[in-house]
Nanobody, 119 residues
Framework: QLQASGRGLVRAGGSLRLSCVAS????????MDWYRQAPGKQRELVAVITSAGNTNYADSVKGRFTISRHNAKNTVYLQMNGLKPEDTGVYYC???????????????WGQGTQVTVSS
């Protein structure tokens, strides 16, 4: 289970920090991602962090957003600075989790958290 938090309404230029905690039967977590979906648009990948700590970002958020993870807490974060109205949407965490030593890994989605940026 993935539980996201940090929803909010901010003005353009403001900041928000999203968190997502994985719980349940977890052996290991590989990639941890954040996606977002704006009204009337398809869900898009915002940022990725691998188990080794390598990161990748959508061009639209590079230099403004930072993804990080705390492995001992099974948590992924998204620090969002310099927010713009076009960052408005529902943000979803998405994690590749292995539930046991003999299990393969699969992806899980969080429930989504609303971010609204006013102009």
């Amino acid at each position: 289970q993935l539980q996201a938090s940090g929803r909010g309404l901010v003005r353009a230029g403001g900041s928000l920090r999203l968190s997502c905690v994985a719980s349940g039967s977890i052996y290991s977590i590989n990639d941890m991602d954040w996606y977002r979906q704006a009204p009337g648009k398809q869900r898009e990948l915002v940022a990725v962090i691998t188990s080794a700590g390598n990161t990748n970002y959508a061009d639209s958020v590079k230099g403004r957003f930072t993804i990080s993870r705390h492995n001992a807490k099974n948590t992924v974060y998204l620090q969002m600075n310099g927010l713009k109205p076009e960052d408005t949407g529902v943000y979803y965490c998405h994690c590749q989790i292995r539930t046991g030593v003999t299990s393969g890994s699969r992806y899980y989605w969080g429930q989504g958290t609303q971010v609204t940026v006013s102009s």
